[in-house]
């Protein structure tokens, strides 16, 4: 499990939820149509893809100041 804070408060225990939750519905969304479709047939709009790559970005970054929680 991986903490992108303290989880010392309530607070950051929901932000914790919250980003785990935003982790898989940006899995579910993007991953799951070019998984599962011929690539001709998915489109996606410039916007779009722009606005994917900065939630990427954003996902990444807190992923890479997280820490290891130890079992």
Known sequence: ???INGLSTKS???EQKG???LLKGA????????AHEAR???EMKKEDA???MS????????LDSARV???
């Open 40 to 42: 001709l047939n998915w």
């Open 69 to 71: 929680l130890r079992r």
């Open 27 to 34: 899995i579910g969304m993007f991953r799951n149509p070019t």
């Open 1 to 3: 499990m991986m903490a």
């Open 50 to 52: 722009e606005d994917l």
């Open 12 to 14: 950051e225990q929901d």
């Open 19 to 21: 980003f785990a939750n």
């Open 55 to 62: 939630l990427l970005s954003l996902m990444h970054r807190r």
